[in-house]
């Protein structure tokens, strides 16, 4: 029979700090409590909420729900191939083990450093900062089908990602519960320094190593993230929109200092954070929600106050964006 807990308290597993029950919670640390919960008869009628960290979602409410706490634990290195394999269990934190690979020498996941959540939810939204994405340091994930009751290892073409996109957050979301990841870490390694502000903390650094490359990203994150066991946040709100070459160009000509990346498709991906500053949110507050000040693309909970506040300015952000700039910006957080 599986441990579970009513009417559980969620504020802690949430980094918005949203304070919500559920109302049947399980922690899971192995596939067999993971099988076990989702076959117990109690469970049966209510839908499920697989929960990692809770740095990537809003929890709109109480949940009338079974909430799976992921937090299997496990890491394994294969070396043997040409290039490293790192298998970790879907409950590791993932900064821990961007840590634990470069202190056994394997570089690769460096960039990726301090990004909050575990490994499970990693490939969900395709987590990605300063040049590197997941996806590029993918090789499979092992995940239960609640479809076929089965486990099923699911490569990186099947996981279909895209800009923070997978198809967990599509057909695959009621779908498959991720209990480990598998990373591949490319040999020769080489570090990814394009990142202009990445390029801009190393400056004078003659070949920096993997170790050194996480601390730059570490320094540039908590200079304009917040730490989320501070102050309730889920990191970008929004996603960058991407737009084609037309619209970009007609924008900057009237805006000369808009930002944008060209994409490899031809069309260009808008940062949000400078037009939703550009339209005056940057440091805003509205009663218990706000918009952080040292950065528009991050949103953030004081305390005292729901998903119906923040979900109630993010869409008044998103308006004033879509007015002024005719492009519509969307949540990138999942919304429970
Ligand atoms: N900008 C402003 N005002 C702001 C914020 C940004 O003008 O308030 C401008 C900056 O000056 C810069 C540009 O926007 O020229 C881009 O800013 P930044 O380099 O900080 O990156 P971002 O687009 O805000 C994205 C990711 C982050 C990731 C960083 C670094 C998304 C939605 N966000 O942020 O990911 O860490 O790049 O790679 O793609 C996350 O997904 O939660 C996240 C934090």
Redesign the pocket.
Known sequence: MADFQEFYPLRRHNTFGFDVRARLAVHVRSEQDLVEALDDPRARDLPVVVLGGGSNVVLSGDLDALVLLMEIPGYRVDATGADVHVTAGAGENWHGLVCRTIDDGLPGLENLALIPGTVGAAPIQNI???GVELCERFASVRAYDRQTRAFVELDAAQCAFGY?DSVFKHAGRDRYIITAVTLRLPRPWQPALG?A?LARELEGVASPEAGRIRDAVVAI?SR??PDPAVIGNA??F???PIVEAAQRDALAAGHPTL?SYRQPDGRYKL????L??QCGF?GVNDGPVGVYGK???VLVHHGGGSARDLLALAGRIADTVEERFGVRIEA?PVIV
């Open positions: 990605g900062a300063y923070r990142y502000e994150r304009k993230l990191g970008s929004f996603k960058n930002v940062a949000a954070g400078w939703i500053d940057k950065q528009a693309l990138e």
